[in-house]
Nanobody
Framework: QVQLVESGGGWVQAGGSLRLSCVAS?????MSWYRQAPWQRRVLVAE???????NYADSVKGRFTISRDNAKNTMFLHMNSLKPEDTAVYYC???????????WGQGTQVTVSS
């Protein structure tokens, strides 16, 4: 089992920045960020392997950066140039098997006002 704890969400005006963090209870290979807006399905934002290979959703490319500190079992999501449409609950996920993720955090709310 792996426990994931997110932090760093909050309220920001459009154009602003936030940094999300996700701490895992032990080391794990692949990690990712998903988000779920009201009345919408949960979607992938970005993912990163243990050796730093990344993948981003088209909607966040050039604005968001995913990174990790393997020594601290921590993953980050640096979000710049935030837009109102980025408003969602952001979830940390880990333990990729195919297209599924075994472990999920509790989520952290990000609200971007126009």
């Amino acid at each position: 089992q792996v426990q994931l704890v997110e932090s760093g969400g909050g309220w920001v005006q459009a154009g602003g920045s936030l940094r999300l963090s996700c701490v895992a209870s032990r080391s794990i290979c692949s990690m990712s960020w998903y988000r779920q807006a009201p009345w919408q399905r949960r979607v992938l934002v970005a993912e990163i392997t243990s050796n730093g290979i990344t993948n981003y959703a088209d909607s966040v490319k050039g604005r968001f950066t995913i990174s990790r500190d393997n020594a601290k079992n921590t993953m980050f999501l640096h979000m710049n140039s935030l837009k109102p449409e980025d408003t969602a609950v952001y979830y940390c996920a880990a333990g990729k098997r195919g297209l599924r993720w075994d472990y999920w955090g509790q989520g952290t709310q990000v609200t971007v006002s126009s």
